[in-house]
């Protein structure tokens, strides 16, 4: 008698301790709206950084000279202590770009390993009429590459942090390392908390 008290004493726990657990909601709201939650690094910070990047490489000097340059991505830096995905902002920056149709844009490393192993395998199981051309690849121009830094500056009680982060990308000519163009953007935080933890 004891232990079946002891079973229904455990079950009917369990589904209290269930039931008083912490309920949640989802909302679904404009992909475009500001959200900041943490003070982190977020969506709202890499469409800043993809919109006044393009505008800035799109609108620069190097572009003025030049006939169709053929741009790739190489490596954007993440140098921060945060989990930040870089590719998130530098996709947007590539849409842009493409949809402007004053710069090409090739594949990056990744996407290439794709395509050539693609490339390879219709030589073997293509028709001749719809395979692929082997050494057919635009060769690029331009290097786009860079980093994002950040620095947080707290007061000594904790409860009140700026964060900053500045974002540098570069455009670098292939052949002859010249820069072409070196953009920055900039963004800067005030969080308030009671007590934090940085």
Same mark, same amino acid.
Do not use: F, G, M, V
């Given at each position: 008698m004891t232990f079946i008290r002891f079973i229904l004493t455990t079950v009917i726990a369990a589904f209290l301790f269930w039931g008083c657990g912490p309920s949640q909601s989802v909302q679904r709201v404009d992909p475009a709206s500001q959200s900041d939650l943490s003070g982190n690094w977020n969506d709202t910070d890499a469409r800043m950084v993809a919109e006044d990047m393009? =505008?800035?490489? @799109? =609108?620069?000097?190097? @572009?003025?000279? %030049? %006939? =169709?340059p053929v741009l790739i991505v190489g490596d954007i830096r993440n140098n921060t202590t945060e989990h930040i995905r870089t590719d998130i902002f530098i996709k947007e920056i590539e849409r842009a770009i493409v949809n402007s149709q004053k710069v090409e844009i090739v594949a990056d490393p990744d996407q290439r390993a794709q395509i050539r192993a693609e490339r390879d395998d219709q030589q073997q199981h293509a028709s001749y009429e719809s395979a692929a051309s082997l050494a057919q690849e635009l060769g690029a121009d331009y290097m786009l590459i860079g980093g994002i830094e950040a620095n947080v500056d707290k007061n000594l009680d904790g409860t009140r942090a700026a964060k900053f982060y500045t974002v540098n990308l570069e455009l670098i000519n292939v052949e002859s390392n010249r820069k072409a163009w070196i953009g920055n953007k900039k963004i800067k935080k005030m969080i308030e908390r009671n007590k934090v933890k940085w």
């Open positions: 393009t =505008s800035d490489i @799109l =609108s620069a000097a190097w @572009l003025q000279n %030049e %006939e =169709s």
